[in-house]
Every structure is written in structure tokens, then in C-alpha cells.
């Protein structure tokens, strides 16, 4: 099993940044193999994705764009979500999840090629 617990939500302003962090733990001896994900649920729609990174390779959400950046550190079994010019429509809760068999940065927005995920973390962005 592998645990991810978010942390870096909160309450920010139009054009204002956050960064999100996302730990793991249990069998994580293989992180570095791990597709990385960022997915998000604005209340009253669909979980969607974000943004995911396996290997070197990045893949995002057109609607975050040039704004946000998704960065894995394995030494530390962290993924980031750094992220930039908030919108409203930013307001979520956002989810990080583990891939622990995707191999292609082609299948990282496919919310069902990940195995775990996190308990979410709340961004709130005001106008």
C-alpha cells in the first residue's frame, strides 16, 4: 500500500501562487517509477485532471497551462504542484495520485490508470 497526504492548500487571491505538496509513504521503494498526478473536483462537477509527471515527462491540463508546474523529488517522495496567476476557477479540492503501473506520459490524465490517492487538499481562490 502507499499513502499520499496533500498539504499547501488555502485561501488566495486572483494572481496570487500556491504550492502543493504531496508525501508518500508505505511501499514507496519504487517511487521513482511512480506516475505522479494532480487532479482536481470543483464542487457540483467531475474529478478532472491537472497536471501528471512520469519519468521526465509532463503532461497538464490545457486550462493550466504556462501556470502551473508539476515537479517530482524522489529523493524526498514528494510531488509538487507550483502554481501560479490563480483564477477563481482554480477553486478545488485538489488530489494527488500514484501510478504505480502507467508508464506513458500519454495515459496521465486517465484518472483510472492510478492506483492511490490522497485525502485532497483545498485552493480557494478569490476574486
Known amino acids: 500500500q502507499v499513502q499520499l497526504v496533500e498539504s499547501g492548500g488555502g485561501l488566495m487571491q486572483a494572481g496570487g501562487s500556491l504550492r502543493l505538496s504531496c508525501v508518500a509513504s508505505?511501499?514507496?521503494?519504487?517511487?521513482?517509477?511512480?506516475?505522479m498526478g494532480w487532479f482536481r473536483q470543483a464542487p457540483g462537477k467531475e474529478r478532472e485532471f491537472v497536471a501528471g509527471i512520469i519519468w521526465s515527462r509532463t503532461n497538464y491540463a490545457d486550462s493550466v497551462k504556462g501556470r502551473f508546474t508539476i515537479s517530482k523529488d524522489n529523493a524526498k517522495n514528494t510531488v509538487y504542484l507550483q502554481m501560479n496567476s490563480l483564477k477563481p476557477e482554480d477553486t478545488a479540492v485538489y488530489y494527488c495520485a500514484a501510478g504505480t503501473t502507467l508508464r506513458s506520459d500519454y495515459e496521465l490524465n486517465h484518472l483510472g490508470r492510478y492506483d492511490y490517492w490522497g485525502q485532497g487538499t483545498q485552493v480557494t481562490v478569490s476574486s
Open positions: 508505505g511501499r514507496t521503494f519504487s517511487f521513482s517509477t511512480f506516475a
